[in-house]
């Protein structure tokens, strides 16, 4: 099911903001491995560390010391040009809102990580009509985020973290302004994404949302407290 | 459950005979629950006998007898409908128990039942949620179902998280009945290895002057 190499490896990860005696510990000691297919939840309360362990995961941050791979390749030591070239390969990102550029179209702002990666604006776009369609209607292509709800904004904000077969999803509170019924639209969708082989590492202080997740790692002071796998599917009833 | 007030909420679409109630009844729940068909004979029995539903005409060439609801059947089916449900407000659950005594009696970390009983309902959880994936939007019984499950188990997990961040914030417990000649038997017992969780041990004053004031 999973493949030997995970497309995202933390390992004895510890990150300090500041130094001398202000200097805090923002997460300590923290493993985890992240593979192809699989969708992990990270939980805990403000300030245990979930924040910076996503900057780390997609190479925004820098452990003060461990190690952060993504496909294989270690981001320590990398130089900012080839770190940035993973990145774009590689790492999608889902903010919590206001994800998308405004004056942009849909399609545009699904096709922008493409073309500003130097492919062609008509090979981009293609790209993101594909994308797009996955997660919309077409009818959506053309419109601007304003004149879209915010499930369908989040939707757009997927297909763009998806284009250019990317393989981690990166997703920080991917549902946070959302209802409900509109969120499990979302998170299904971020389901599917990662049935059909992405890796995903979703933060969210939500259980319910969490529980979408194969695998729930909570947080506590910078370090894993718990982490806690589906079972199967199977349930009592 | 319900099997009584699902037959005559049914009955008021028009007469109709066990067999069929049955499967109605079972439809109409999305198929979570299987429904006994003697038990549907019996209910409908004594349904008769209380006047709240009656035959409808002579048995069918099969033997098969319809019932109707009455004016009586209907008051009382609706009357069900409105009630509200019992609330579960006992105080005494179990749950809050075990964190209590965890705490009072110095046994255990209360954090253990705390991780411990995270751990299983966001399992449970997971499978709930896993099970709906599976479910279109059509199959709106079993979603229902479903997400009451869920946001129970979310209240669950909800609390845990309140009762960790109140424990930290709390001033130590007062360990019942410690022997005086010996604190080593006092020390909670700590299964699972948290580094930092447990640095508490010192008690001020004040905090067991709160700890006492508590009933």
Redesign the interface.
């Known amino acids: 099911m999973t493949s030997p190499t995970p497309v995202l490896r933390l390992r004895d990860v510890r990150r300090v903001h500041g130094d001398g005696p202000s200097a805090s510990v923002a997460l300590d000691g923290v493993d985890l491995d992240l593979h192809a297919g699989e969708l992990v939840a990270v939980t805990g309360r403000s300030g245990s560390g979930k924040s910076t362990l996503l900057n780390l995961a997609g190479g925004l941050d820098v452990p003060t010391s461990g190690s952060v791979e993504v496909a294989g390749e270690r981001l320590d030591g990398l130089s900012r040009t080839r770190l940035a070239e993973l990145r774009r390969r590689h790492v999608g990102y889902v903010f919590q809102a206001d994800n998308l550029l405004p004056t942009l179209t849909a399609l545009e702002n699904v096709a922008l990580p493409l073309e500003l990666d130097g492919v062609a604006v008509g090979a981009a776009r293609g790209a993101a009509q594909r994308s797009l369609e996955r997660v919309l209607g077409p009818e959506h292509a053309g419109r601007y985020p304003d004149q879209l709800s915010g499930g369908e904004q989040q939707r757009v904000a997927i297909a763009r973290a998806l284009i250019g077969e990317r393989t981690l999803l990166l997703a920080d509170e991917p549902t946070g302004a959302l209802d409900e019924v509109t969120a499990e639209g979302v998170l299904r969708l971020l389901r599917e994404a990662v049935d059909a082989g992405a890796a995903a590492l979703m933060v969210t202080h939500d259980p319910a949302q969490a529980a979408w997740a194969d695998r729930v790692v909570r947080l506590r002071d910078g370090r894993v407290q718990s982490a806690v796998t589906a079972e199967g599917s199977e349930v009592a009833s | 459950m319900g099997v009584r007030e699902g037959l005559l909420a049914l009955l008021h679409a028009g007469p109709s005979h066990g067999y069929q109630l049955r499967g109605d009844l079972e439809q109409a729940v999305g198929g979570?629950w299987s429904v006994n068909v003697g038990q549907v004979y019996t209910t409908l029995q004594r349904l008769e006998r209380d006047e709240l539903v009656s035959q409808a005409g002579s048995a069918d060439a099969d033997g098969r007898v319809r019932y109707a609801l009455t004016d009586a059947g209907r008051a009382e089916v609706v009357g069900w409908l409105v009630e509200p449900q019992p609330r579960r407000d006992d105080v005494r659950d179990e749950l809050v128990l075990k964190v209590l005594l965890a705490r009072r009696s110095g046994l255990l970390d209360p954090q253990a039942v705390i991780?411990a009983q995270?751990?299983a309902t966001?399992?449970?959880?997971?499978?709930?949620?896993?099970?709906r994936?599976?479910l279109a939007s059509a199959d709106l019984e079993q979603v229902l179902a479903l997400d009451r499950l869920?946001?129970r188990?979310?209240a669950e997990?909800?609390w845990l998280?309140l009762v960790e961040?109140r424990l930290e914030d709390a001033p130590p417990p007062v360990v019942a009945s410690a022997p005086a000649t010996s604190t080593a038997t006092s020390e909670p017992v700590d299964p699972v290895d948290?580094?930092?969780?447990n640095d508490r041990t010192d008690q001020t004053p004040a905090g067991v002057a709160a700890e006492l004031e508590q009933p």
Do not use: H, K
Request: a positive charge; charged letters at 30%.
């Open positions: 979570l991780d995270r751990t966001m399992r449970a959880l997971q499978g709930f949620t896993r099970r994936t599976t869920a946001l188990a979310r997990l909800d998280d961040q948290r580094a930092g969780t």
